[in-house]
């Protein structure tokens, strides 16, 4: 039975869910769930497949689970993928910057594309305060990701994992909810590896932008 993920293609957390799978060569079903349409607040959606209407969900036979972070982990686990790390303290530093970017990262980037393009759609005014707030929390983390990445090329040992993959997601709106990303050139020069040496991602960064990109002029909004 083919594993089905839920979830709209202008999704930054999709994209990291579809590029794992496609490198670890797991088949996979794409369902699509317009956001902007409210397709995951609906009854149906929140009683069967994540009660907090987010995406992305993945289901597999009877078994669902949703946060990107724990699908990846799960698609991994299922083909003893070497994304995961490939020894002992690798695969705890994998999650350790899988956690943190959680807690410390990805929240913020969320709170800037709220702020920025949410709100914007939907005409609404922006919380200055809140988007300050954001910012230096963003730029607090980035400064922390500026120096590990200093002659890195991935986030963990010598080769790609999961880790890159939470870190990078911010990178998928970039343009959109502007975080200050630019401001840090080892962060940049990490990321612009990612698009040149994993054509995966390049590939989900374009869908990703036509999405977005098509939706936005389709409501006439210019960011």
Partial sequence: MTIKIYGDPGSGSLRRVTT??????????????????????????????????????????????????????????????????TTEKDRFQVLQWMFWSGEQWRIFATTLFDERVGKTVMGLSKNEPVIAFAEGKFRAAAKVLNQ???????????????????IAGPFSQIDRSKPPLRDYPNLMAWHDNLLQSVPEWAETKAEVDNRMDSFLESVGVKL
């Fill in 148 to 166: 590990h990445l200093e002659g890195r090329k991935f986030m963990v040992g010598q080769a790609l994992t999961l880790a890159d993959f939470d």
């Fill in 20 to 85: 794992a799978a496609k490198i670890m060569g797991i088949e996979i079903e794409r369902v699509n769930v317009d956001l902007f349409k409210g397709e995951s607040q609906t009854d149906e959606f929140k009683s069967r497949l994540n009660p907090h209407g987010l995406t992305p969900v993945l289901e597999d036979g009877d078994f669902i689970l949703y946060e990107a972070a724990a699908i990846n982990l799960y698609l991994a686990n299922k083909v003893d993928s070497l994304l995961v790390g």
